[in-house]
């Protein structure tokens, strides 16, 4: 009964790789999110789908390329990857997009970049 | 620049002592403010939520208080436990982007028996 959950939980591979992340909640919710969390513990908003349609999308390279198929999956697809990726991704989702709402975390992927 | 400074860094506190943990905000025009609790290898999990009307927040052992004149925000445990041992982080949004989450790097506390 998991409520936004995340595969996989950690991930190791190669400079210049492809990899994708999977994220699926069964809250109902609207809004999904993508999070990194980088070396010092800082989160930071990456993307924000809101149904299916891309709401937030900071300045994050172009490698990073989130899909949502449907409202409870939205997908993170990162091309070439760099050492600099190396961080854990969260994936998030709310009922409503903004407010006083509610985000609920899936457990993390941790990506290690050798 | 809308930034979420949060004090001490780090903590320990013996089991079943009280600690206080400290935010300062200088997010503006201010929305809300939560505080998350994370604990190691998981995802962060709400324990409060306040607007800018709101001033405390309880959540069982934990009290929240936000004074938005001084932008400043705290959050009280009540009689440690060692399952409270994480990092708790603060977190504001503005009134322009709500949905923009602005995260503090976090105080991890150390609940030891």
């Known amino acids: 009964d998991t409520a936004v959950s995340q595969t996989p939980k950690y991930l190791v591979t190669q400079m210049g790789n492809d990899k994708s992340i999977k994220c699926e909640q069964n809250?109902?919710?609207?809004?999904m999110y993508w999070y990194k969390q980088d070396s010092k513990k800082f989160l930071k908003i990456m993307f924000s789908y809101n149904n299916k349609e891309l709401i937030i999308n900071e300045t994050v390279p172009n490698r990073f390329s989130p899909k949502s198929p449907d409202k409870a999956h939205l997908n993170l697809h990162i091309n070439s990857l760099e050492l600099g990726d190396s961080a854990v991704y969260f994936c998030?989702?709310?009922?409503?997009?903004?407010?006083?709402?509610?985000?609920?975390f899936g457990p993390g992927t941790r990506l290690t970049v050798l | 620049k809308n930034q979420v400074e949060q004090s001490p860094q780090s903590l320990i506190i013996l089991e079943g002592k009280n600690c206080t943990l400290q935010?300062?905000?200088?997010?503006?025009?201010?929305?809300?403010l939560r505080w998350y609790k994370q604990d190691t290898g998981r995802g962060p999990v709400s324990l409060t939520i306040?607007?800018?009307?709101?001033n405390t927040k309880s959540n069982g052992r934990y009290t929240a208080t936000l004074d938005a004149d001084t932008k400043q925000s705290s959050l009280h445990i009540t009689a440690s436990q060692l399952s409270d041992s994480a990092s708790y982080i603060c977190v504001v949004s503005g009134m322009d982007s709500s949905y923009k989450l602005i995260f503090g790097s976090g105080t991890r506390l150390l609940v030891r028996p």
């Open positions: 809250l109902g919710h609207d809004t």
């Open positions: 306040m607007t800018f009307s709101e």
């Open positions: 998030a989702s709310s009922q409503v997009l903004g407010g006083a709402d509610t985000q609920y």
């Open positions: 935010c300062n905000y200088t997010v503006s025009p201010f929305s809300n």
